[in-house]
């Protein structure tokens, strides 16, 4: 059965820990740190200085921009 974006975005926010090491408020306290302000800087920013996959990325930027 698909998952609602919701859905998805709650399921990976779960996951993160386990998958990257870190969680979500740690992902976003290294977001705040980039002084990024776009959503592209700061997906670009966690994949290359952290090499966090594009998909963990995304949800982070979607978090720290609240968009």
């Known amino acids: 059965m698909a998952q609602s974006p919701e859905?998805?975005?709650a399921a990976m926010i779960a996951n993160m820990?386990?998958?990257?090491?870190k969680t979500l408020d740690q992902w976003l306290a290294l977001a705040r740190?980039?002084?990024a302000q776009k959503?592209?800087?700061v997906?670009?920013?966690l994949?290359?200085?952290y090499g966090l996959t594009h998909g963990f990325a995304n949800?982070?930027?979607?978090k720290y921009?609240?968009?």
């Open 17 to 21: 820990k386990e998958k990257t090491g």
């Open 39 to 41: 959503h592209g800087q």
């Open 47 to 49: 994949k290359s200085e």
């Open 33 to 35: 740190k980039s002084g």
């Open 7 to 9: 859905e998805a975005a």
């Open 59 to 62: 949800l982070v930027a979607h």
């Open 65 to 67: 921009l609240k968009s």
């Open 43 to 45: 997906v670009s920013h």
